[in-house]
């Protein structure tokens, strides 16, 4: 197999896995909420770092998002990515899963040859795991969903993945695209003098608007999003405690009594 050409799909989060709601207009609440690069992700970055210290060859990480979706694709860089593209352009806002995927989608082919795709399992914030299947999809390559380990065997790719009740090896050709989990391996610590070099000026990282990448405005956004969001809220509970005091005996017979009452037993 010759030199591998690996593209890493990263997505900026807020950091919490508890994304608070607008209610008024149902969009996420990023305000004054730090930003990280998605945890899976940094899994999928050390699996393609992996790859390539093997194998040798190049890793290119993409992400889709606003101009400050700069700061993780410098992390990136820091871990000891080659290079990177920040797909970045009004036209992209609103942008749902198909909208995403088209949109990542379109920049992996406009990069040409590639023989592996890799993207984190889910997003902490959409929660979807729609993006990797979706961009196979469009790229019309087979896929490997939850690999927790990736090797390449003569010219396809040996995959271990995680299944319902314990885990399979599957075999594939490239190019693929594989999403892993966070039981793949221990990304790497960032190299301070990869990541000071990753805010100099001549950083390889290439800023990509929707024309780069030859994409029909159509497909991307708002405009390319056939899921309409019409409600989102956060579900109350009102729950009632009724604190039971006394003798145990007592306690106990007037818990039984509650739990018939209630239809329980
Ligand atoms: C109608 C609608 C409007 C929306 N509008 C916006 C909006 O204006 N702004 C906004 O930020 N979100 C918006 N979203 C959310 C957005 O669609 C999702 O966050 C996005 O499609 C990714 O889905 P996910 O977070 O579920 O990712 P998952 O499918 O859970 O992510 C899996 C993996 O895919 C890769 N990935 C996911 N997203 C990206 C990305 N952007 N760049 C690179 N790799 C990625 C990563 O490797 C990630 O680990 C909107 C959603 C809907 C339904």
Redo the contacts with the bound molecule.
Sequence with gaps: MDKLDIKV???QVPNTSEVKIDPHTGTLMREGMESII?P??LH?IEAALQLRDTHGGKVTA????PPQAKDVLREALGMGVDECILLTDRAF?????LA?SYT?GKCVLRLGRFDLVI?????I????????PQVAEFLGIPQVIRAIRLEIRGDGLLAERTAEEGTEIVKSTLPALV?VTKEANDPRYLFVPLLMAAFEEDAPIRVWGGNDIGADEAGTGLKG?P???RRTFTPSHNKKIERLNGMPADMARTLVERLRERKVI
């Design positions: 799909l990263i997505k998605n899976d992700d999928a993409i992400s889709m998002g806002a609103g942008a749902d899963t995403t990542l993207a984190g399992h889910q997003a914030d959409g929660d979807t795991a729609q993006i990797g999403t999003s899921t309409r969001v």
